[in-house]
Nanobody, 120 residues
Framework: QVQVVESGGGLVQSGGSLRLSCAVS????????MSWYRQAPGNERELVAT???????GLVDAVKGRFTISRDNAKNTAYLQMISLKPEETAVYLC??????????????WGQGTQGTVSS
């Protein structure tokens, strides 16, 4: 019904940049929030950024000034622009689509993730 597909991961050197995409298709609800998470093997999945239409995007302190979350409504695609990447930010980056009222039944979808690797 709803498909979430991330892309844009890859290998960069420390200080490099990646631009991740999250393409959403299917019967997506209108009032949705799109978020980026990241998870390294053995680590907890952590929230990185959230975009809700009509509000300022939210970024965790660790990435403020370096990451930007945006959305192209015509393409139903969200983006995460990451610059000045650090090796410790190597992780699988995942996109999540929820209702603006919360991640509830029928409004909680995850992508499979895209691998971002930052070499030292």
């Amino acid at each position: 019904q709803v498909q979430v597909v991330e892309s844009g991961g890859g290998l960069v050197q420390s200080g490099g940049s990646l631009r991740l995409s999250c393409a959403v298709s299917g019967s997506i609800f209108s009032n949705n929030a799109m978020s980026w998470y990241r998870q390294a093997p053995g680590n907890e999945r952590e929230l990185v950024a959230t975009e809700i239409r009509g509000l300022e995007p939210g970024l965790v302190d660790a990435v403020k000034g370096r990451f930007t979350i945006s959305r192209d409504n015509a393409k139903n695609t969200a983006y995460l622009q990451m610059i000045s990447l650090k090796p410790e930010e190597t992780a699988v980056y995942l996109c999540r689509v929820c209702s603006t009222y919360g991640c509830v039944a029928g409004a909680n979808y995850w992508g499979q993730g895209t691998q971002g690797t930052v070499s030292s």
